[in-house]
Nanobody, 116 residues
Framework: VQLQASGGGLVQAGGSLRLSCAAS????????MGWHRQAPGKQRGLVAA???????KYSDSVKGRFTVSRSFVRNTVYLQMNSLKLEDTAVYYC???????????WGQGTQVTVSS
């Protein structure tokens, strides 16, 4: 299973970015798709996730600003990030959890930098 993330970059505070992460390989079914992030000197933590029923979960810090979605056809998860703040600066990692095995797979990480 491979995860290919894209869409990171440099943006001014208040701006928007959209991250994408496509899963490929031996995938019989994906339960949860989501995003974590890790800022310098901090632990990696959940940003947002969506399960196979379409239910979503967000960290309190991004509620109302970020939207997670997925394409079941493309095995792709998206993260629309609006009203970006300096504290959103981090490496963003996509993660999936398979339906049958419950195994988790991580993407390589994409840098998001928010400038003032």
């Amino acid at each position: 299973v491979q995860l290919q993330a894209s869409g990171g970059g440099l943006v001014q505070a208040g701006g928007s970015l959209r991250l994408s992460c496509a899963a490929s390989g031996r995938i019989s079914g994906i339960n949860v798709m989501g995003w974590h992030r890790q800022a310098p000197g901090k632990q990696r933590g959940l940003v947002a996730a969506v399960n196979s029923d379409g239910n979503t979960k967000y960290s309190d810090s991004v509620k109302g600003r970020f939207t997670v979605s997925r394409s079941f056809v493309r095995n792709t998860v998206y993260l629309q990030m609006n009203s970006l703040k300096l504290e959103d600066t981090a490496v963003y990692y996509c993660v999936i959890r398979l339906l049958l095995s419950d195994a988790a797979y991580w993407g390589q990480g994409t840098q998001v930098t928010v400038s003032s």
